[in-house]
């Protein structure tokens, strides 16, 4: 179905339109006779239901099929011009569509409206109750469905030109944090879980959280920004409205279903026509930023209830409402400039070894010429298509509207992905938009390869490279600074008094653990001694809010560690010095001997005598406790018990004599140890989240370590 408008709303979008081209003669927004034509933008909606039954249902491990229509699919439109300069941007109701589809339709669509191929901009919202229009796992695509689906979203990019007009644009955003979560939890090292090919390997998947005593915490940040980009015309009637949000599908939908995203654009259309004083028809849109990782039930509640029973109906009002009031407070403008940009990036995939290939072709030669049943057969035959397929190609592309920017990937990007593209863009208002230009399954950034899960998994869904991440978003980074003929902002906490005070207060290092990426932990003091991270930590988590360390628009950020340490060398440290850290301990303190070790000095491998390694104590004694142990001599342990998931403020002196450790703000230390020697000067590396020997390591997060010379 193309939305045509009816003819008496047409006769009155003519007057306005009319009107409207009145206005931008007389005021200069548009330059007819000198060449230069102003910014103007239009907007369609089309039907891509499916129409030939049953067919199959991307969205899930194995395959499965509809036979009817619960909500339909559409793909929605906009089309930009300014000058000689055309885009189009189509949002489609579509798991996943591969890029070879995706050229096929751009071709399609640019013969027939002059629009260049590389300034067509289609992604999917990633419904998993959408025909299958891409393989993926166990369901194969539907090839008459993807012959439409060509035919279709041509024809919305045709109708959306067709109803170019002079238009404004403008930026919104809002927190709509309670509608989504982490769902990406890191499990206990004794609670690992087996992949596919009989590996123990899984330190974190997803819904994990849900039973609190297999998890050490979350293995990211969520991105909370609700960002829109709106379009109306010169009299003020809206256009257009291009949403975003960091959240999976909904799920529990019937298949054929466009999930909340289709809810949400219908929703929002009506709210907005009822606005529009004259009539003009509205589009509303709803794209998909970095979600891999999220979901919207909140697994730190105790009882995690907040979206458990929410209808999706509900859910969908309370995102309409959210939008609603983030426009109240949007500006729009004409503006400067309009642009885009795309760079198709070669990526190898990561093909199994000749085991693990003879082991799947055993497994494909019996399932014969059926498709897979079990999680087995899925991933033994992708291991086939990646080894046939070897390497590929994926696209990138970015817009520039003004101070707007949108940049994209073609892949299930997780929310610290976007994150890094939004935090660092040179334009101060940029929307990233995932499952654009192809759909080439997850893609985590290389330290979440580390902790496994079925998003890391070989296959067609997950199977680029593992450095695929880091090169995608610098890839999207360039493009828009080409855009913006502006660099980068290198991203940074802003240094807050209490910040402040860690660096200048006789600092001979401070981490602030606020690192985006690995494996560089930056030394924010002036001496810059940065550290390394070793495999097993992950960055940008929700940081401590116990100390003024960070402003409202930037909160504080740390580093979880989950089998990897940080080590820096800063040199040999004097007589007498002063360690302050932030601890978070993900680990139930009855689940081994010792629960982990968080600070220690020494030399890779070894405890040499006379340095100190701070930790918590668990089921050998002292179960949840402070703990010091000097070398390898007997631990002394502190009284108070920390609870699990709780910041807490730790401040080790020491000095020629002794050794006092403070937790929080008590006046009175937890361990008060005497020493008896100095420590070796070749002692001289820092170790955080983890002893230096190796054994027991930290499950949780640190912040804030700083190290200062005691005069």
């Not at 229009?133 to 024809?155: H, N, P």
């Not at 609670?191 to 994990?208: I, L, Y």
């Not at 190609?393 to 299930?412: L, N």
Request: glycine share 10%.
């Amino acid at each position: 179905m193309v939305v045509y408008i009816p003819p008496a709303m047409f006769v009155r979008c003519f007057v306005v339109r009319c009107f409207a081209l009145v206005l931008t003669v007389l005021f200069g927004l548009e330059k007819v006779g000198g060449g230069e034509l102003g910014f103007r933008a239009g907007s369609a909606i089309v039907d891509v239901s499916p129409t030939v039954f049953p067919i199959a249902v991307n969205g899930g491990m194995t395959s499965q099929t509809a036979d009817q229509i619960h909500s339909p699919l559409q793909a929605r439109a906009i089309v930009l011009e300014k000058g000689d300069e055309k885009l189009a941007i189509v949002v489609v109701d579509s798991c996943m569509m591969s890029r070879v589809l995706l050229d096929d339709i751009k071709a399609m669509a640019s013969s027939r409206t002059g629009i260049a191929a590389d300034h067509m901009l289609i992604s999917a919202t990633h419904t998993h109750s959408a025909a299958a229009s891409m393989s993926c796992l166990g369901t194969d695509a539907d090839s008459i469905y993807q012959s439409y689906l060509r035919i279709k979203v041509t024809e919305a990019i045709e109708v959306a030109q067709s109803n170019l007009e002079p238009a404004t644009v403008g930026w919104g955003s809002i927190d709509a944090s309670n509608y989504m979560a982490i769902r990406r939890w890191i499990r206990r090292p004794d609670r690992m879980g087996d992949d596919p090919f009989g590996n123990r390997t899984v330190r974190a998947n997803m819904h994990a959280g849900r039973i609190w005593d297999d998890v050490t915490g979350t293995s990211g940040p969520e991105d909370p920004e609700l960002s829109l980009i709106g379009f109306k015309t010169i009299a003020g009637e809206t256009i257009a409205v291009l949403g975003n949000l960091s959240m999976h599908y909904f799920s529990g939908v019937q298949p054929i279903s466009a999930d909340y995203f289709g809810l949400y654009c219908d929703a929002l259309q009506q709210k907005l026509m009822e606005q529009n004083v004259q009539g003009h028809p509205v589009v509303g849109i709803m794209s998909h930023v970095c979600s891999g990782d999220v979901w919207r039930m909140d697994y730190t509640k105790q009882t995690p209830v907040a979206f458990e029973t929410i209808s999706i109906d509900k859910y969908t009002e309370g995102l309409v409402d959210l939008t609603m009031e983030a426009m109240e407070s949007m500006e729009f403008s004409h503006p400067e400039s309009l642009g885009m940009k795309e760079t198709r990036l070669p990526l190898k995939y990561r093909i199994p070894n000749a085991q693990l290939l003879q082991w799947s072709q055993q497994i494909v030669d019996r399932m014969g010429a059926r498709l897979p049943s079990t999680t087995e057969e899925v991933y033994a035959r992708e291991q086939i298509y990646l080894h046939e397929a070897q390497e590929t190609e994926v696209v990138i592309q970015a817009i520039q509207m003004g101070q707007i920017g949108i940049v994209t990937t073609p892949t299930e990007t997780y929310a610290l992905s976007g994150m890094k593209l939004k935090y660092q863009s040179p334009l101060p208002h940029t929307m990233v938009i995932e499952l654009a230009g192809g759909g080439d399954g997850y893609i985590p950034p290389p330290e979440q390869h580390v902790l496994g899960g079925y998003n890391t998994w070989p296959a067609r869904s997950a199977g680029l490279e593992t450095t695929a991440e880091p090169k995608i978003i610098e890839a999207g980074m360039v493009l828009l600074e080409t855009l913006a003929d502006a660099p980068r902002v290198p991203y940074g906490i802003p240094q807050t008094p209490d910040a402040v005070r860690e660096c200048c207060n006789n600092a001979l290092a401070y981490w602030r653990f606020d690192d985006l990426q690995g494996p560089r932990a930056r030394d924010s003091s002036p001496h810059c001694h940065d550290g390394i991270y070793e495999p097993g930590v992950v960055f940008f988590l929700e940081g401590t809010k116990a100390s003024d360390f960070s402003k409202p628009a930037f909160p504080n950020r740390a580093a979880h560690f989950a089998g990897g340490r940080m080590q820096a060398r800063i040199g040999v440290l004097p007589d007498n010095y002063e360690l302050s850290l932030w601890i978070w301990n993900g680990m139930p303190s009855d689940a081994r001997e010792i629960t982990g070790w968080f600070y220690s000095r020494g030399t890779d491998y070894g405890r040499p005598v006379n340095t100190e390694q701070l930790g918590m104590g668990g089921t050998a004694g002292h179960a949840g406790k402070l703990i010091l142990q000097l070398g390898n001599d007997e631990l002394v342990a502190g009284v108070t018990e920390i609870e699990r998931w709780s910041w807490n403020h730790i401040r080790m002196v020491r000095t020629q004599e002794s050794i006092k450790v403070f937790l929080n703000d008590a006046a009175a230390p937890e361990i008060d140890c005497v020493l008896r020697g100095a420590a070796p000067g070749w002692a001289d590396v820092l170790f955080f989240g983890g002893s230096s020997d190796g054994k027991f390591l930290w499950e949780g997060r640190l912040d804030e370590a700083s190290i200062m010379s005691i005069d």
